[in-house]
């Protein structure tokens, strides 16, 4: 299979040459120095490829920052997605970076809950880190699909085949202008804007909580349906009786029911009913 890259650059790229090096995406700095000077996402459309957002205004900003913290950058984000008409029915996503060596894989947890916060359900919350961090994020519930792996090889936890992830940043670059080739590992899990038509925008992933929704929720159709089922033959037998007492009223003029047997059947009709 040909390798397949997202693109990453502060400046837009020409994006022909990002499609000719096997470019199916290019990334955008959403907010700060480059949010302008990046590739934005109509143009990345425009030209066949893949939009993915990106969220970075220092490097650290996110280490052992505070849930405050994280909601002011999730309300960043969300403004950026507003202005540039990105979907916000959480099929796209945003990679917030954690771009240095954290220290411990858990101080960007509480940040990243804050972010939840304000576009958990808007826009699918994802990482680009070390691995350690993503796996960290991942093991809290605080990701909804895999990460973005650094290509620091020295931070804890990296491994390009972690299924807690999704790109990989390579330390080249195939087209100039751009600081790095990503190799994309799974493009269904990318969460990018992909424009109209894209064979990689079909496929949508859902989280493990979303999964279990969808399972209850088929479970609860199922067990409906066949609740359903029984009470259309309840109301068969109901129309097949109240046809019997029907003919036994009429017969009652010409005295040929026994007013005990309509009694009977009376009281079973009334039990059924009740049932």
Avoid at 231 to 245: I, K, R, S, Y
Wanted: proline share 5%.
């Amino acid at each position: 299979m040909t390798d397949l890259y997202c693109y990453d650059a502060a400046f837009a790229p020409d994006l022909a040459k990002v499609k000719a090096s096997g470019g199916i995406a290019v990334n955008g700095y959403l907010t700060g120095t480059y949010a302008t000077s990046t590739t934005q996402p109509a143009a990345a459309r425009a030209a066949g490829l893949g939009y993915v957002p990106t969220y970075e205004e220092a490097p650290n900003e996110l280490v052992g920052a505070s849930r405050a913290t994280g909601q002011a950058v999730g309300r960043k984000i969300l403004a950026a997605f507003q202005a540039k008409g990105i979907p916000l029915d959480g099929t796209v996503a945003v990679y917030p970076s954690v771009d240095v060596y954290d220290g411990s894989p858990t101080n960007c947890n509480t940040a990243w809950q804050g972010i939840r916060d304000i576009i958990a359900g808007k826009i699918s919350v994802r990482a680009y880190a070390e691995g350690a961090v993503i796996d960290a994020l991942t093991k809290a519930g605080l990701l909804d699909g895999p990460g973005w792996l650094s290509a620091s090889t020295g931070y804890p936890g990296y491994n390009a085949a972690d299924p807690n992830v999704c790109m990989v940043q390579l330390l080249k670059s195939q087209v100039s202008g751009t600081d790095a080739d990503h190799l994309i590992t799974d493009p269904s899990a990318l969460g990018a804007w992909w424009p109209d038509n894209s064979p990689y925008g079909d496929a949508v992933s859902l989280t493990a909580a979303q999964a279990q929704q969808l399972a209850d929720a088929l479970t609860y159709a199922k067990a409906a349906d066949v609740r359903a089922q029984a009470l259309q033959g309840q109301v068969g037998t109901l129309a097949a009786q109240v046809t019997a007492l029907q003919a036994a009223v009429a017969n009652i003029t010409t005295s040929t029911v026994d007013p005990v047997a309509l009694a009977q059947a009376l009281a079973q009709h009334v039990k059924l009913a009740a049932d």
